[in-house]
């Protein structure tokens, strides 16, 4: 076998990326892994060399081979200038923001951010003298009204966490860079492989890895992905900080890598069906999933996005909270737990009514998400089927 090329290497499309990305055989001995590189001393050659550290790898804190090799795959499918890693899909959205903000800034979040987000907004940024303003997903251009002169970052999420409004994200991005301020998303949702973040105007994109790049519930880790302009800073603040991820949890991040578009596929498969049979239950007063015709977000999701992820919501007829309880309690094959993207289905109820500030969330009845997984779409119908047998005696 012949090493790849450069000139080969630039030419693959992007399932033979997948496969090759941060890979050098030659340097783990012939194995196909980059394997767990563990460590926190770095030995150097001598004195001058320990002093001026001018080696690639000089402490834990700052990278290894196994960090590198996903950083490198990562960058290449997010099209950014470089990836820094962090233990948790949340500390990725903390470094972000404390990459963008100072004392005395303004910031935009979306009313549908994932919900710990805003509590760090609403904590730790206000304790440091940075204002938070929620707007509502939709507002698209209408963000102009909001801008302020101090306004120096905008948090995005499409679609919204629970709630999956599409937001126009490049209309957002002109706005804010026409005013010097910076682009944040949160891509959890569609990853790069279905929404290109940095060829629509978002300057630092994030990803809590924890979902579909682990896709087996397993492990905890945060990416964020920057274009030119901000990857520079983002480096030296996630380098500060010092909150590596893991070196067991990047390895199985990788590893989770080789198969995340096929998992990624089947998931869109498999939510589609469940969503359209959904559509078809008396049960059920609508469907929310931006990959259906007939939702809100459907014209813009169809615009910028290349495939949905197995997560979406539905909202009940009005029905009593006994009879919500009794769907989920006896669902023996979704799994009642937050989180998702793993090949295990899950449902959680959930009402945006209890955080939204900007917007209100009135669904017209009870609201449940799913994370479809990877089991037999007719054993899951089943499965909801007896859920909602259980709802109508109960109500
Ligand atoms: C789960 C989630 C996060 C946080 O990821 P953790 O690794 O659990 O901290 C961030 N954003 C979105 C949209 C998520 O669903």
Redesign the pocket.
Known sequence: MTKLTDETRASLRRRSRLVHLGRDSEQSQGFINVPPFRGSTVLYPDVATLTSRAQRYTYGTHGTPTTDALCAAWTDISGAAGTVLAP????A?VVALMTALGAGDHVLVTDSA?A??RAFANGTLKRMGIETTYYDPCIGHGIKALMRPNTRAVLT?SPG?QSFEIQDVPAIAEVAHARGACVLM?N??ATPLFFAPHAHGVDMA?E????YLSGHSDL???LVSANEAWFRRLHRTVDQMAIPPGPEDVFLALRGLRTMELRLREAERQGLALARWLQGRPEVFRVIHPALPDDPGHELWKRDFSGSSGLFSIVLKPVSEAAVAALLDGLELFGLGY??GGYESLAVPFDCTTYRTATQWAPGGPAIRFSVGLEDIEDLKADLDRGFARLRATS
Not at 88 to 91: F, H, I, N
Not at 208 to 211: H, N, P, V
């Open positions: 948790t899909g949340l500390a959205i994932y710990p987000a999420e966490s949160d959890t949702w994030i809590a890895g924890t979902k905890l880790i945060g989180s998702w």
